[in-house]
Nanobody, 124 residues
Framework: QVQLVESGGGLVQAGASLRLSCAAS????????MGWFRQAPGKEREFVAA????????YYADSVKGRFTISTDNAKNTVYLQMNSLKSEDTAVYYC?????????????????WGQGTQVTVSS
Protein backbone atom coordinates (compact mmCIF):
# COMPACT_ATOMS: atom_id res chain seq x y z
CA GLN A 1 0.00 0.00 0.00
CA VAL A 2 1.06 3.54 -0.75
CA GLN A 3 -0.59 6.60 0.75
CA LEU A 4 -0.44 9.79 -1.29
CA VAL A 5 -1.19 13.27 0.00
CA GLU A 6 -1.43 16.22 -2.36
CA SER A 7 -1.07 19.86 -1.38
CA GLY A 8 -0.47 23.24 -2.97
CA GLY A 9 -3.71 23.90 -4.79
CA GLY A 10 -5.49 27.22 -4.64
CA LEU A 11 -7.14 30.11 -6.45
CA VAL A 12 -4.93 32.14 -8.79
CA GLN A 13 -5.31 34.48 -11.73
CA ALA A 14 -4.52 33.50 -15.28
CA GLY A 15 -0.79 33.71 -15.97
CA ALA A 16 0.19 32.90 -12.41
CA SER A 17 2.11 29.87 -11.11
CA LEU A 18 1.45 27.15 -8.56
CA ARG A 19 3.46 24.21 -7.33
CA LEU A 20 1.65 21.06 -6.31
CA SER A 21 3.27 18.51 -4.01
CA CYS A 22 2.51 14.84 -3.55
CA ALA A 23 4.00 13.17 -0.49
CA ALA A 24 4.18 9.39 -0.75
CA SER A 25 4.32 7.07 2.26
CA UNK A 26 7.07 5.17 0.48
CA UNK A 27 9.03 5.48 -2.71
CA UNK A 28 8.77 2.99 -5.55
CA UNK A 29 11.57 1.44 -7.54
CA UNK A 30 13.55 3.69 -9.83
CA UNK A 31 11.51 2.77 -12.92
CA UNK A 32 8.11 2.98 -11.21
CA UNK A 33 6.02 5.92 -12.32
CA MET A 34 4.30 8.70 -10.47
CA GLY A 35 1.65 10.64 -12.34
CA TRP A 36 -0.49 13.72 -12.10
CA PHE A 37 -4.02 13.67 -13.45
CA ARG A 38 -6.80 16.24 -13.34
CA GLN A 39 -10.55 16.26 -13.54
CA ALA A 40 -12.66 19.29 -14.36
CA PRO A 41 -16.40 19.42 -13.56
CA GLY A 42 -18.38 17.38 -16.03
CA LYS A 43 -15.28 15.98 -17.69
CA GLU A 44 -13.35 12.75 -17.52
CA ARG A 45 -10.12 12.46 -15.59
CA GLU A 46 -7.21 13.27 -17.88
CA PHE A 47 -3.50 12.68 -17.81
CA VAL A 48 -1.23 15.64 -17.08
CA ALA A 49 2.31 14.36 -16.53
CA ALA A 50 4.32 11.38 -15.32
CA UNK A 51 7.83 10.73 -14.08
CA UNK A 52 9.85 7.76 -12.91
CA UNK A 53 11.29 7.90 -9.43
CA UNK A 54 14.74 7.94 -11.01
CA UNK A 55 13.75 11.15 -12.77
CA UNK A 56 15.13 9.74 -15.99
CA UNK A 57 11.80 9.62 -17.83
CA UNK A 58 9.11 12.29 -18.00
CA TYR A 59 6.00 12.50 -20.11
CA TYR A 60 3.55 15.38 -20.55
CA ALA A 61 0.16 15.91 -22.06
CA ASP A 62 0.31 18.20 -25.07
CA SER A 63 -1.96 20.69 -23.32
CA VAL A 64 0.62 21.38 -20.58
CA LYS A 65 3.90 20.79 -22.39
CA GLY A 66 6.21 23.78 -21.97
CA ARG A 67 4.18 25.18 -19.07
CA PHE A 68 4.22 22.40 -16.46
CA THR A 69 7.24 20.57 -15.03
CA ILE A 70 7.14 17.35 -13.03
CA SER A 71 9.99 16.48 -10.70
CA THR A 72 10.86 14.27 -7.75
CA ASP A 73 12.68 14.68 -4.45
CA ASN A 74 13.64 11.14 -3.50
CA ALA A 75 14.91 12.19 -0.09
CA LYS A 76 11.41 13.40 0.76
CA ASN A 77 9.46 10.76 -1.22
CA THR A 78 7.73 13.68 -2.88
CA VAL A 79 6.69 14.46 -6.43
CA TYR A 80 6.08 18.02 -7.58
CA LEU A 81 4.15 19.62 -10.39
CA GLN A 82 5.31 23.14 -11.16
CA MET A 83 2.58 24.90 -13.11
CA ASN A 84 3.41 28.13 -14.89
CA SER A 85 1.39 30.39 -17.19
CA LEU A 86 -1.83 28.96 -15.83
CA LYS A 87 -4.96 29.24 -17.93
CA SER A 88 -8.63 29.06 -16.99
CA GLU A 89 -8.83 25.68 -18.73
CA ASP A 90 -6.34 24.32 -16.18
CA THR A 91 -9.04 24.61 -13.51
CA ALA A 92 -9.63 21.13 -12.08
CA VAL A 93 -9.04 18.85 -9.16
CA TYR A 94 -5.50 17.53 -9.50
CA TYR A 95 -4.71 14.00 -8.38
CA CYS A 96 -1.41 12.30 -7.72
CA UNK A 97 -1.12 8.62 -8.57
CA UNK A 98 1.42 5.85 -8.15
CA UNK A 99 2.07 2.91 -10.46
CA UNK A 100 3.96 -0.08 -9.05
CA UNK A 101 4.67 -1.55 -12.49
CA UNK A 102 7.23 -0.41 -15.03
CA UNK A 103 4.61 0.45 -17.63
CA UNK A 104 5.16 4.24 -17.54
CA UNK A 105 1.82 5.03 -19.05
CA UNK A 106 -0.65 7.89 -19.30
CA UNK A 107 -3.58 5.51 -18.70
CA UNK A 108 -5.26 6.22 -15.39
CA UNK A 109 -6.34 2.59 -15.05
CA UNK A 110 -2.71 1.50 -14.76
CA UNK A 111 -2.14 3.49 -11.56
CA UNK A 112 -3.02 1.58 -8.40
CA UNK A 113 -2.80 4.28 -5.76
CA TRP A 114 -4.41 7.70 -5.72
CA GLY A 115 -4.41 10.74 -3.50
CA GLN A 116 -7.49 12.64 -2.43
CA GLY A 117 -6.93 15.50 -4.86
CA THR A 118 -6.27 19.22 -4.55
CA GLN A 119 -8.35 21.94 -6.18
CA VAL A 120 -6.75 24.35 -8.62
CA THR A 121 -8.88 27.26 -9.78
CA VAL A 122 -7.61 29.75 -12.35
CA SER A 123 -9.64 32.89 -12.82
CA SER A 124 -9.50 34.73 -16.13
Amino acid sequence: QVQLVESGGGLVQAGASLRLSCAASRRGFSNNAMGWFRQAPGKEREFVAAITWSGRWTYYADSVKGRFTISTDNAKNTVYLQMNSLKSEDTAVYYCAADSSAAFTSRAAAYEYWGQGTQVTVSS
